[in-house]
């Protein structure tokens, strides 16, 4: 008979909603003169009719980077489509040609061969100071002006499309708030501000004029982990309300599974090895490259992506108190699991029967066995997993958010999960991913 020891406590909440204050990040680097300085101020009358705030497509069309006195590109005929409204992370070993990838698409790197396609407008055609205007851009070393207040910082690209003072102001206030800054932060300057907030700053110029499409390069690379735990997920949270098209670099694997909605590995020599979703990636890696690249825990990592709810539990038979054991054993023949499970009026489990249970003539208040740990369905995978080793248990029941019984969950169940079709598919967008907040802020 199964014994589920009563031990494992209450399921975690996945997502607790934590905040805190962020620490000071001395090594937080500032450029004076950030690559925004070389977009040039238009007249407003020849700002582009806006495409503004519309996600738009991006396509790499066998896109070559040759560098001056360079024999091999640093980038070799990248293809691929970024759909409109999703994030493309790019990630690969230091030198890969990550940057290089992203800098084609707004000019910062000419393009040798090929072409990259925004919207359905080759950027060949398009003017650098223009194109940068319209694609917002985020670095790690953050390229606040030292010199100018947060919001002046913030009001860099609205400013140049020659917004007025009121229509600039009020979306200063409205950035303020998405990013989670008090307002009277915005007339500091940025080295009165922690390393993380300088971060959400950066974000937030890069939305300011609401842009199609950002360019993110490392942005959250200079943070200590905790810090880039949190703005992962209220960048996630974000992007679940802008639905931007997003390029994002990284060298980490785990960041790009993460926050990938499909994730592009690149390696030397700037050649793509796989371009896919994060679960085909880690559950079907194109190459052996890929395959160490994702790591040896790859299960695991795609675990970590869903909840309880993404597959198909069983069922155990379900019985209550007072009912006939005949029955009981009935219900048993044949059934999915082949342990009955108590559950009050409100269907919340009760307990296991045991054999001792079942030789009773009916279902007893107080069964045998401890229907611990219960599952809930909106935990996130790898912890039940984790609750189902430690509590040495075969099954356990699952309960929704009213702790009525949902199905039953077991190792076995996970495993077979994990081998079959289903495990490919992506259910879930990066914005709509469970988030494990950091573990220090638990
Ligand atoms: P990653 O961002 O993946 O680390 P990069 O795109 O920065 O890679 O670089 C790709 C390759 O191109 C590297 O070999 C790098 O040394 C080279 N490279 C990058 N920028 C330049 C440049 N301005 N001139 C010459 N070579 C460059
Ligand atoms: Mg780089």
């Not at 407003?44 to 738009?56: H, M, N």
């Not at 740990?373 to 009213?402: C, F, H, K, N």
Request: proline share 7%.
């Amino acid at each position: 008979m199964s014994s589920a020891p009563p031990n494992a406590g209450p399921s975690r909440a996945p997502d607790g909603g934590a905040a805190g204050s962020l620490a000071r990040i001395a090594s937080a680097r500032r450029r004076g003169g950030s690559d925004l300085g070389t977009i040039a101020p238009v007249e407003q009358a020849s700002a582009p009719k806006s495409d503004a705030g519309v996600a738009l497509e991006v396509e790499f069309r066998s896109a070559t980077k040759r560098y001056a006195g360079t024999d091999s590109p640093a980038l070799e005929a990248l293809t691929l489509d970024v759909p409109a409204g999703e994030i493309c992370v790019f990630v690969g070993p230091s030198g890969s040609g990550k940057t290089t990838a992203m800098r084609m698409v707004n000019r910062m790197v000419e393009i040798t061969e090929g072409d990259i396609v925004v919207g359905d407008r080759s950027v060949r055609d398009r003017a650098p100071a223009e194109l940068r205007r319209e694609i917002g851009y985020v670095i790690q070393q953050i390229g606040l002006f030292p010199h100018r207040t947060i919001a002046d910082n913030i009001a860099t690209v609205p400013r140049l499309l020659g917004w007025d003072r009121d229509r600039i102001d009020a979306r200063v206030n409205e950035l303020l708030d998405v990013i989670g800054l008090e307002p009277e932060l915005m007339r500091r300057f940025p080295s009165q501000l922690s390393g993380g907030q300088q971060q959400r700053v950066g974000v937030a110029r890069a939305l300011a004029a609401n842009p199609g499409v950002m360019l993110m390069d490392e942005p959250f690379g200079a943070v200590d982990p905790i810090n880039r735990e949190k703005l992962q997920n209220e960048f996630l949270r974000l992007q679940a309300e802008l639905h931007k098209t997003i390029l994002f670099v990284t060298h980490d694997i785990d960041e790009a599974i993460k926050m990938g909605d499909r994730v592009a590995v690149l390696r030397d020599g700037g050649r793509l090895a796989q371009y896919a979703t994060p679960a085909e990636l880690l559950m079907a890696p194109g190459d052996p490259f890929v395959e160490d690249f994702v790591g040896a825990d790859r299960a695991l990592k795609r675990l970590a992506l869903m909840r309880v709810a993404d597959i198909d539990l069983w069922n155990a038979p379900l019985v209550h108190i007072g009912q006939s054991t005949a029955e009981v054993r009935a219900k048993l023949e044949g059934a999915e699991v082949p342990y009955a499970l108590v559950i009050d009026q409100e269907r919340r489990p009760i307990g296991w029967l045991s054999e001792a249970d079942l030789a009773r003539e009916t279902v007893r208040a107080r069964p045998d066995t401890s229907p611990d740990p219960i599952l809930e369905l909106d935990d996130v995978m790898r912890d039940a997993l984790s609750d189902l080793l430690q509590a040495e248990t075969r099954y356990a029941p699952v309960v929704d958010a009213g702790g009525r019984i949902a199905g039953v969950l077991s190792v076995e169940i996970i495993s077979e999960f994990l081998t079959s079709e289903d495990a490919l598919v992506e259910e879930h967008s990066a914005g709509e991913r469970p988030l494990e907040e950091p573990a220090a802020e638990k």
